[in-house]
């Protein structure tokens, strides 16, 4: 098998589901394809949304003591939640950030899926998972988390692609340095000298920011200004071409 490292999913948190989900649903033009059962015994309820290949994921805490609601009280509520990769060795790629000084937090086994997940402290700014799924490489293959046809889920008429990740940080660069340790690719300075991850289907930029948070998700679609509108019309604050949603900056473009 050759080795790939590729963005799968990302996980925002949010106090409730609602209308967080709805919002996103219907100012991005998306549909939910799956709630995971599965993750009721951490505490949470989720629901997940394809932006073409790529996963998004809220989750919510109904009870206290999980580790989503202390994310919430840490942060203020500001923040993705996690970066989640689909590679060839989730368990290669977690010992060699062991060997970083990173921990594993959660080994997640649920036969044909494996996932390794990464201390947030160690991580620094949001969790990092590696996972693979057994005999489905391609990226519009199978992928439990998402439940068992979430490719009849995509919806490309408004949406069309999650192009990037922005993390903020006092130090930009260390993190860019760390995260690039982490999952095996090295930062590069973007056009404008921001630091960046590029991966096969999606960036991570890190910019100067009061603290360590993953504060911006950026989406390529098809009409900028009726996105904004919709946002609006929700009640959400637009502030040029972007919003605040779920703990992070939605910029389209």
Not at 130 to 156: C, M, V
Request: with cysteine; net charge negative; glycine share 10%.
């Amino acid at each position: 098998m050759s080795s790939y490292m590729r963005l799968r999913q990302i996980c925002l948190v949010a106090p409730q589901l609602a209308p967080v989900i709805s919002d996103i649903a219907e100012i991005m033009g998306l549909a939910v394809c799956y709630r995971d059962g599965n993750v009721a015994k951490y505490g949470l309820e989720n629901a997940l949304l394809p932006v073409d290949t790529i996963l998004l994921e809220v989750v919510a805490p109904f009870k206290v003591g999980t580790t989503a609601g202390r994310f919430i009280e840490k942060t203020g509520g500001r923040g993705g939640y996690m970066a989640i990769f689909c590679c060839d060795d989730p368990d290669e790629r977690g010992r060699s950030a062991n060997a970083l000084g990173v921990r594993t937090a959660n080994v997640i086994d649920h036969a044909p899926y494996h996932g390794v997940q990464l201390h947030p402290r160690d991580c620094r700014a949001a969790f990092i998972e590696f996972n693979h799924t057994e005999g489905s490489d391609d990226i519009l293959g199978a992928y439990p988390p998402a439940g068992p046809d979430w490719q009849k889920f995509i919806r490309k008429d408004v949406t069309q692609a999650l192009t990037g990740v922005e993390m903020q940080s006092p130090e930009p660069q260390g993190l860019a340095e760390h995260w690039g340790r982490i999952i095996g690719v090295a930062p590069n300075a973007a056009s404008n000298g921001v630091a960046e991850l590029k991966l096969p289907n999606a960036s991570f930029r890190f910019v100067k920011g009061a603290s360590e948070i993953m504060s911006a998700l950026e989406f390529r679609v098809a009409d900028v200004a009726q996105v904004l509108h919709a946002a609006r019309a929700k009640g959400h604050a637009v502030a040029g071409n972007e919003f605040l949603l779920g703990g992070v900056t939605f910029r389209v473009s």
